[in-house]
């Protein structure tokens, strides 16, 4: 793997954790996925290994795609471990509170496109949270964390996708939410046809109520 300085844990997820570290001079990221003592050991390691291979080409395919993304490193996917780029810059989940509402909603105008870029080229994120958009120096808005994404076309998939983005920003920017998720839209919208949008919108419309419809069963 290299020299690499003592990492800093930044983060400790479900499935990874997030440490800062130096390597070769560099500011980076390394994810480290962790075993799973549930699961039988062999399959364990498969999963892993799985996972810790396919994040890096999605990564990947989602900067062919136009979306800024971290530069991949090194894949050790003995160690189930990825070295990338560290991100210079905001999270938006704590951008969107700062700045005034032109900018907010240029944002979300600005996440939407990149999302539709996505969709475009059939990459499916899988965790469109505020907290996976980070804002660098230069204003570029790279999208981070792909470790739930998939590669599909499918209108389930796409409305999921964007449900969880409407759903992340009802929970932690209620205030503004419908307006930033109308200015997502639009973004969306330029990127992909009307056709597409509108299947996309429909699908959504179903995802919540069929959750509303679970909901009442369990009350």
């Not at 844990?9 to 070769?24: D, I, P, R, V």
């Not at 993304?69 to 996917?77: N, Q, R």
């Not at 230069?138 to 981070?144: A, L, N, P, Q, R």
Request: aromatic share 6%; with cysteine.
């Amino acid at each position: 793997m290299g020299e690499i300085s003592p990492p800093l844990l930044m983060k400790k997820g479900a499935e990874a954790c997030l440490y800062l570290a130096e390597w070769h001079g560099r500011k980076v990221v390394m994810k480290k996925r962790l075993p799973k003592g549930y699961r039988l050991s062999e399959m364990d390691e498969q999963i892993r290994s799985y996972r810790t291979i396919h994040e890096p080409q999605l990564i990947h395919e989602a900067k062919r795609a136009g979306v800024p993304t971290p530069t991949i490193f090194l894949v050790d996917v003995k160690n189930s471990t990825i070295i990338m780029e560290f991100i210079e810059g905001k999270q938006l989940k704590r951008l969107l509170n700062e700045v005034s509402e032109k900018d907010r909603l240029h944002l979300c105008r600005q996440v939407g496109e990149l999302i539709g870029k996505l969709h475009k080229h059939g990459i499916v994120h899988g965790d469109l949270t505020t907290s996976n958009m980070i804002q660098s120096s230069d204003g570029k808005i790279f999208f981070v964390d792909f470790g739930l994404g998939e590669k599909t076309k499918e209108l389930e998939a796409l409305g999921v996708d964007l449900h969880l983005m409407k759903r992340a920003l009802q929970s932690t920017h209620f205030k503004f939410a419908e307006e930033c998720f109308q200015n997502v839209i639009e973004g969306y919208s330029s990127v992909l046809d009307a056709g597409t949008v509108k299947n996309v919108l429909d699908k959504i419309r179903e995802i919540e109520r069929r959750g509303r419809y679970i909901a009442e069963r369990r009350s």
